[in-house]
């Protein structure tokens, strides 16, 4: 990773990690245990590319970071509670994420489902602090209507449906049917993520369009390279438990075309993403550099 976007990470996170933390309840605030249990997953560990990307693409537009705080810390908030329910023993049944006990080992199943819910509800008192900047084309209403259309059910809980309904060795998804879930499950919150910053710097429609655009093909690259990692690394380097996809017979890129041509469709994907930044020229090199990071990331 060059230095220099390993700097703007490090930055960014710190800000989004600073903003959350002022949104959140405090964890001693009654009820304590469920703010406890969603301050806990919320500050666990991860990469935060969610709200980095959302700030990044503000600054794509020429906006400033400030007002698009407040989409950031709600995909944030949006991305956990999703991990959260993903790991119950109903769902994936995972006992680690982000090199953690996961929420149900730390707190019980019944607090982690409600840990899980207060997150999702809480995304969008946030998101309704957003203060719109002068002559906005975009008013508070289309960004909550934007999040609550990809958090729903035809697209992040869609895609968690469809993804349940394809695990077992008597399921065979066609490739039309596995894109699709990750459409849904991955690509969708991604591209919302650079959506919700663009619209919080005013971005024309054109370059609106080209931020969806990117977030969907990047966010579809995301998801190969994380099935291809499930396959390739240890559970200590991911951070959670590797070879679950194998284990529960569910179908992945690497499963269905094999490592090589899954590579090579991250690679094209992230290509495609890259295209989408030409309105952008120059302001768009963070996000570039995010592309390329995401795409040769070991974890």
Not at 103 to 118: M, N, Q, W, Y
């Amino acid at each position: 990773m060059h230095s220099s976007l390993k700097s703007y990470l490090s930055a960014h996170r710190k800000t989004v990690d600073s903003a959350i933390g002022k949104f959140l309840p405090a964890a001693r605030v009654r009820p304590a245990t469920v703010h406890e249990a969603m301050r806990y997953s919320m500050f666990a560990g991860g990469k935060r590319l969610r709200p980095i990307l959302t700030l990044a693409a503000a600054e794509a537009c020429g906006g400033e970071i400030e007002p698009a705080l407040p989409s950031a810390a709600a995909v944030e908030c949006i991305h956990t509670y999703s991990l959260i329910h993903d790991d119950l023993p109903c769902m994936d049944d995972d006992d680690v994420r982000r090199g953690m006990p996961t929420s149900h080992v730390k707190f019980g199943e019944g607090v982690a489902v409600l840990a899980g819910d207060a997150l999702l509800t809480i995304a969008f008192k946030i998101l309704a602090k957003t203060v719109p900047i002068a002559k906005s084309r975009y008013t508070v209403a289309d960004f909550v209507a934007d999040l609550a259309d990809t958090a729903g059910s035809r697209k992040l809980i869609g895609g968690q449906i469809l993804d349940l309904e394809g695990e077992g060795e008597n399921v065979k998804l066609t490739p039309a049917q596995l894109r699709y879930i990750h459409e849904s499950k991955t690509a969708a919150l991604l591209s919302c993520s650079v959506r919700l910053g663009g619209m919080a710097a005013n971005a024309t429609p054109k370059k609106l369009e080209a931020l969806s655009e990117f977030g969907h093909s990047v966010g579809l690259a995301f998801q190969v390279i994380d099935d291809i990692l499930d396959v390739t690394q240890t559970s200590e380097k991911l951070g959670k438990s590797a070879g679950k996809d194998e284990a529960s017979d569910k179908s992945t890129y690497p499963a269905m075309f094999g490592l090589e041509k899954s590579r090579k469709e991250a690679a094209r994907l992230t290509t495609k993403a890259l295209k989408a930044l030409k309105p952008f020229g120059k302001k768009g090199e963070r996000l570039e550099q995010i592309g390329h990071y995401l795409l040769d990331r070991d974890y």
